[in-house]
């Protein structure tokens, strides 16, 4: 679709510059877009073998759980899922990958370290550290996920921004580039026409 300007020659040099960076960014957005790809597939990988990890660590962990439930009276272990031996602090931080922004989520408990309870079983306190080793696991594989989707949305709005200029914005100037050197051209031979004739008409 040819844009409306005036047919001036400095509308065209205008034009011819603003294709010239339109082929540019054009290049240098293909190439983010081919990067981010090769990217999202190693990261599609990353986060398939973090996601079985986990779930086969989670699974582990609730068999484990099970277990002492099944071992414990019910008082006893309703004391232990009470107990308030830690707390947990979460906290998120935001990252540039790619200057792609990816939130992460960091946590620490307090206190770090908790003196144990001697009434409670050592397989308790096991779990206890075990939980906590999965659950970094855990924050992993979701800023691992955030990225993925962060990527995504980098990918498909450079693409967006890819077919705009290939197909119309550069397509626009091209033809609204070749719609005014016509016109130029028209009006060389229309001036070229009428100083022949006034030259004629002297003679």
Do not use: C
Request: no cysteine; proline share 3%.
């Amino acid at each position: 679709m040819k844009l409306k300007v005036n047919p001036t020659r400095m509308e065209l040099l205008k034009l011819r510059r603003r294709i010239r960076l339109a082929r540019r960014g054009h290049k240098l957005l293909k190439d983010k877009e081919e990067q981010l790809l090769i990217e999202f597939r190693t990261l599609v990988d990353e986060v398939r073998k973090s996601r079985k990890s986990v779930e086969r660590e989670l699974s582990g962990f609730y068999i484990r759980t099970l277990k002492l439930k099944g071992l414990t009276n019910e008082k006893a272990w309703r004391a232990l899922i009470g107990g308030d031996s830690f707390k947990t602090v979460f906290s998120t931080q935001t990252k540039r990958v790619f200057n792609i922004p990816v939130s992460e989520i960091h946590f620490r408990t307090v206190p770090e370290k908790f003196a144990p309870d001697f009434s409670r079983t050592p397989y308790y306190y096991h779990l206890l550290q075990t939980s906590g080793e999965m659950l970094k696991h855990l924050m992993r594989l979701s800023f691992l996920e955030n990225k993925l989707i962060s990527f995504a949305y980098e990918i498909e709005r450079t693409r967006r921004r890819v077919n705009a200029l290939e197909y119309v914005l550069i397509p626009s100037l091209e033809e609204t580039i070749k719609f005014i050197t016509f016109k130029l051209n028209e009006a060389e031979r229309s001036s070229l026409v009428m100083l022949k004739h006034v030259q004629v008409t002297r003679q």
